[in-house]
């Protein structure tokens, strides 16, 4: 949540050994005013989805606990399985040392799937390695 000047509720950015060492959380946002999320599932460490997050997305979820992003397409935040049920109860939330990341542990309700497709995560095709990529690349579903 950032007012009319831009401020949000976290402490401002500080010298290198602040925001590596210290304790107080100084996130850093791009031009945009976001940072990425990496959404993890509490109990496997299974990586469910990757989203952006701003300042009232992440003041939302600390306070409520259900994880909240920022919608790049529809420009606004959205409240994770909203419509679906399938709501992001965050357990943990970590930052990286450059504090530009945020990783989110969560437990997912509802059908227990992260994916607007329906699977349970957003990563369930993977891509060969090993060879050249050319333009008709298959990719396996998980």
Not at 61 to 71: A, D, N
Not at 79 to 89: A, C, I, M, P, T
Request: net charge negative.
């Amino acid at each position: 949540m950032s007012d009319a000047r831009g401020l949000t509720p976290f402490a401002e950015r500080g010298s290198l050994a602040e925001v590596e060492c210290g304790l107080s959380f100084q996130p850093c946002f791009d031009a945009d005013g976001l940072m990425p999320a990496i959404v993890t599932d509490a109990g496997s460490g299974e990586v469910l989805m990757f989203a952006w997050v701003n300042a009232e997305a992440i003041a939302l979820t600390l306070q409520t606990r259900i994880g909240h992003f920022w919608s790049r397409s529809r420009r606004k935040l959205w409240k994770k399985g909203e419509e679906s049920g399938n709501l992001l109860h965050v357990t943990e939330v970590r930052t990286d040392c450059d504090q530009d990341v945020l990783w989110l542990r969560v437990s997912v309700s509802g059908d227990g799937v992260a994916c607007h497709t329906g699977a349970r995560s957003c990563f369930y095709r993977s891509l060969p390695l090993g060879a050249p990529p050319t333009p008709d690349l298959v990719m396996a579903r998980e």
